[in-house]
């Protein structure tokens, strides 16, 4: 397959890749716009409405507008809405799939699980919208009654990253939804035509018009500097690198606006000497693969027990050699390219100095070779073992598909290395040994810790990390607090 040979209009038509502001679909100030790639082969895929500052205030315009009566219609109706948005996005799993792969690359069956997985938090917020409650206390001394009230925390800016470009967006609108707050959203400006098709999809759910406003756009720190400094914006929900959200935090200041920060991770994976091998190499396998290995919860270091770490890389090299690199609409691919080619350049790099600094490559290395791939982004599914403690693989986070592996011979020199590491986002442990498991949990400064599984993700759990992987929880019981606030009423004994 060829991107050419997708009807593209099919699965998102010219009127939809504009800015959905207030419930229309508007071209950008002096109808500029910019050019979405094919990361598979480097040519131009679409073009988007490029929002201006302008354009991004009357989206918050239209957001400020429709706060009000948004957050007085019933719960059972906004319940109602997400229900119905999450029928649309079953039934059309597979264009939404289809579309998500041509612009990120991920292969269609990762698109069609990214559908599934991000379509799971509008089923789970449409099920907490009617179960959102304060309490009722007697005051601890007599008299008094303490009532609290729960309220939307009122217009949010959400800023999604190209790399899941369904599921961050799902992850933030479904509790922003059913807590009654409306919104503006600025996609990442390499995978907006996933967002569009989103927005069009929750107006036919019956949204109304200036909930949810959606601005493609260049433009994003200009944009993000403008909003925050309105006094009308009171939440910032983000997704995307830690450079770019302590921005963002610094700009919340002037306003305090409320922040949700994900950001990115170093997540380590332990291999105990106790562990079942061939188990902890499936679990590599989903933990550093998911995604082409850009996800924030890639497995990014490999610390492996010493008498193990032997057989647990040879079968992994077997694994990740035996993957095919290619298109990722094309049958047969597990593995697509790399979403433009810094990233192809960046990945070239620190594996070139892990090798210098004396690791050696088990498989992969290098870009493919394939005559047919030359002109797409990709890079082969690599392993390094002897990996030295300070090469900067191990520092920071590698977005592709190398697993680096080092190994120990002692559980607390291994929590030392897994813990030495300024993120906090996500550690996989696999052991058989119950005490051992408990103590991971309670020694590893991770938000979440996976015991003997690749994936961690789950609508109904609360996602989120500690340190520089940011602040804040998306999914489970947590996930619509971020999008409420508490009103304390003080009432007399009667
Ligand atoms: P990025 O920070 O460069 O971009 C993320 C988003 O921020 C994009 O929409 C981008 O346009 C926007 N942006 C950049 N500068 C901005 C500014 N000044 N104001 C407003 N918006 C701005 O990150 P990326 O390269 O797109 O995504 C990869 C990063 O995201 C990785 O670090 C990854 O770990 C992280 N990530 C984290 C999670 C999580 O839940 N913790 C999930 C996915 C990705």
Redesign the pocket.
Known sequence: MTATSVDLASLLPDEHRRLLVGGQWREASGAATFEVIDPADGSVLASVADASVDDARAALDAAVAAQADWAATAPRERSEILRQAFELINDRADDLALLMSLEMGKTFTEAKGEVTYGNEFFRWFSEEAVRIRGSWLQNPAGGTRLLTLKKPVGPCLF??????PLA?GTRKIGPAVAAGCTMVV?????TPLTMLALGAIMSEAGLPDGVLNIVPTTH??D???ALQADDRLRKVS????????R??VKQSADQLQRVSM????NAPFLVFADADVDAAVDGAMAAKMRNIG????AANRFLVHADVAEEFSTKLADRMAALTVGRGQDDGVDVGPLINPDAVESVGNLVDAAVAGGARVLTGGSAPDDAGLQSGYFFSPTVLVDVPAEAEINGQ?I?GPVAPIATFTEEHDAVRRANDTEYG?VAYVYTRDLGRTIRMAESLDYGMVAINSGLISNAAAP???VKA??FGR?GGFEGIEEYLETTYVALPAG
């Open positions: 800023v999604t990253p190209w790399n899941f961050m600025k996609p990442a400006s390499q994003d720190a944009i993000s500097k983000f997704t995307g690198s830690t450079a770019v959200g921005l963002l994900e950001l990115g991770g850009e996800a924030c919860t986070e977005f986002l996602f989120g990390g992987s940011g998306e």
